[in-house]
């Protein structure tokens, strides 16, 4: 008996929902949608299911409202956003899905504690997933004839308008063809950004249940269906929380904006700041003056920046700081969360060659590319004296990766690419000590596994299916010395799928270019010298472009290699060191008309090992953060 009331209240808990929503979907069948193309229901089930693969409802409550922006409100019919308020549902019982609001006035008045308050004359649109078990024949129906994609196993998107009228009933309606287009948008963007959300443990009352975030902004480009492509392919879409961030930019500039947006001090006051006192030499950010760490100055307000002392910082200051100060200061303030704090050795490399030292592994093996002791050695041609013991600096045998495959991993009895999500993980499978300090080298071949297997979704599927994944990464260097590394790549494959790495780029060594050598079974690594848009006519057509730690804003030869990124439509990503970097970066890629598809993110296998910039004192890491462009 018991038994059978509990699947009653399950199955009644299921169609009529149990905490915010307005209950079970109204039946509209988008089959029905004046003007609609098959084609294009069949991509908002494909976005639909992406969103639900990300589970935003693992962390977002209806509290939590979003403001969104797609393209300019000159290009909606009423001239402005027709939802620009979104909020999540179904994380904390009741129907799960989203709620979009013409205001956020609108959004908060409709927001109880445990349910959804029915105001009279509010009108929302809601996307509810439900089973298909549950849903109308007409839906049903669409669903096998159109071969429509599933939210996870069995679930289905219904999406609707609703109004509440005065006496707290609902009237239903068919969402425009241009609501679809609105709504297909937001779930594009959002899938992306909300796992780039941070936690804020200090805001909000200590008594909320609800978890509070930082604030947020990020604008990602999202490509059209083909069948909305009217001379541009893609659109700007702005996520924001709590609705009403902005970005500061200068009127004159063109190209992406910063991840988040802080106000610069209001008043011209400083405050002499001490820093890195054992730093060794520091460079003037003003005057390029060479400064001793122990007489140096930074900026009192956002501790970023390095002059040799007050008169440069107050010229800086009044032609350039004033402007970025702020930005810089959120930059500078997620120096805890970037930290790696599981490792057991030193990850701070203020001075490199004393850094390597205190490991015991200075000018020797690979670590030899860690600091400039070498620099008078061409790239790709350290002297090598034996075998991987040797490659790894003499480090314990138990402190690096032995050369050899993964016992006993398999997935569902299946033999397939291991997928990882951090360091821990790996060290883990490795079983190698937190004290080694390997994961300093290993972050460029796992970055570029990482990105293989979790972030270009066509190169995971094609090595699931055990075919090969052609990569082009450019402009490599002392990755060159650093092949017995790139070994790994291909033990964590498993078993499954080749990967082809052609290196081009202007310091492989002359007689290095043209060769091929195969790094395991799975792994073959073509050199070729020269700048690549020269050089890729020559290359076998590449399934993904990768340059870590790329300084994109550094060289004019990216120029050319941008434009056949784009002519060619492959997918790319890049990695720098720092935030600001990044930001440099996506200047550069909008200005080559290329569009951010992978935001900016902290990359989960960037070094531990801290860099120090010459005047600066932004966190930095080797291949920190991760972006990417046709994705």
């Known amino acids: 008996m018991d038994l059978h009331m509990k699947d009653l209240f399950d199955r009644f808990q299921e169609q009529f929902g ?45 509290g939590h409202i979003f403001g969104i922006r797609v393209g300019k409100d000159l290009d909606w019919s009423a001239k402005k956003q027709p939802f620009p308020c979104i909020q999540f549902i179904g994380g904390d019982g009741g129907d799960i899905g989203f709620n979009m609001f013409r205001s956020e006035n609108d959004a908060k008045k409709m927001t109880g504690s445990r349910e959804t308050i029915r105001v009279p004359n509010v009108e929302l649109l809601r996307v509810t997933y439900e089973r ?59 899938s992306l950004v909300h796992p780039l959300l941070q936690v804020d443990r200090e805001g909000g009352p200590k008594w909320s249940r609800l978890m509070h975030f930082e604030p947020f902004i990020e604008t990602v480009d999202v490509q059209w269906p083909l069948e909305f492509v009217k001379g541009y392919d893609l659109v700007a879409v702005t996520v924001s929380h709590p609705p009403g961030q902005v970005y500061e930019e200068k009127s004159t500039s063109t190209a992406s904006t910063p991840t988040k947006y802080a106000e610069p001090p209001k008043e011209d006051t400083f405050d002499d700041v001490k820093v890195y006192s054992n730093a060794g030499l520091r460079q003037c950010a003003m005057c390029d003056k060479e400064v001793h760490g122990e007489q140096s100055l930074c900026c009192g307000q956002c501790r970023a920046v390095v002059y040799c002392g007050s008169i440069c910082q107050n010229q800086h200051w009044k032609e350039t700081h004033k402007s970025i100060c702020g930005l810089y200061k959120v930059m500078m303030e997620k120096e805890e969360e970037l930290a790696m704090k599981i490792f057991m050795f030193p990850c701070s490399a203020d001075q490199p060659c004393k850094w390597l030292e205190s490991l015991d592994i200075h000018q020797k093996g690979m670590w030899r590319r860690r600091c400039s002791c070498y620099s008078h050695c061409p790239f790709g041609l350290l002297p090598v004296k034996g075998g991987l013991w040797d490659s790894w600096g003499g480090l314990d045998d138990e402190d690096y990766p032995r050369d050899s495959p993964f016992h006993n991993h398999l997935r569902d009895g299946i033999s397939s690419p291991i997928l990882l999500s951090g360091w821990l993980e790996y060290y883990n499978l490795r079983s190698v000590p937190l004290s080694s300090p390997v994961a300093d080298i290993l972050s460029h071949p796992l970055t570029v596994y990482q990105i293989l297997t979790a972030l270009s979704i066509s190169s995971k599927n094609l090595l699931l299916k055990g075919k090969e994944v052609i990569l082009h990464y450019l402009g490599p260097e002392g990755e060159l010395d650093w092949m017995p590394a790139f070994a790994e790549v291909g033990h964590l494959l498993n078993g499954l799928g080749n990967i082809q ?47 870590l730690n790329c300084g994109l804003d550094s060289y004019v030869s990216w120029v050319g290699a941008l434009d056949l990124i784009k002519s060619r439509g492959t997918p790319a990503f890049f990695t720098d060191q720092t935030e600001i970097s990044c930001a440099n970066a996506k200047k550069v890629l909008r200005s080559a008309g290329l569009h951010i598809t992978l935001p900016v993110t902290p990359n989960p296998f960037r070094s531990p090992v801290k860099n120090l910039g010459a005047s600066c004192n932004l966190p930095s890491y080797s291949n920190g953060f991760v972006l990417g462009v046709n994705t």
Not at 145 to 169: Q, W
Request: net charge positive; charged share 20%; proline share 8%.
């Open 18 to 62: 149990s905490g915010p929503g307005l209950g079970p979907g109204s039946g509209t069948c988008l089959m029905n949608v004046e003007g609609i193309a098959p084609n294009f229901i069949k991509s908002i089930f494909k976005a639909s299911a992406a969103l639900y693969r990300t589970d935003p409802w693992r962390r977002l409550r209806p």
């Open 501 to 547: 790495i052609v290196m081009v780029g202007p310091e492989v060594p002359t007689n290095l270019s043209g060769t091929t050598s195969g790094i395991g079974s799975r792994v073959r690594v073509n050199l070729v010298r020269g700048v690549y848009q020269e050089e890729a006519n020559y290359l076998p057509s590449p399934h993904v472009v990768v340059a």
């Open 132 to 190: 298909e078990s549950l849903m109308f024949p007409s839906n049903k129906k669409m669903i096998k004839s159109l071969s429509l994609e599933a939210s996870g196993t069995d679930r289905f998107p219904v999406i609707d308008v609703a109004r509440c009228t005065s006496s707290g009933d609902l009237r239903f309606r068919y969402p425009t063809l241009e609501e679809l287009r609105f709504v297909y948008a937001f779930m594009r963007a959002i």
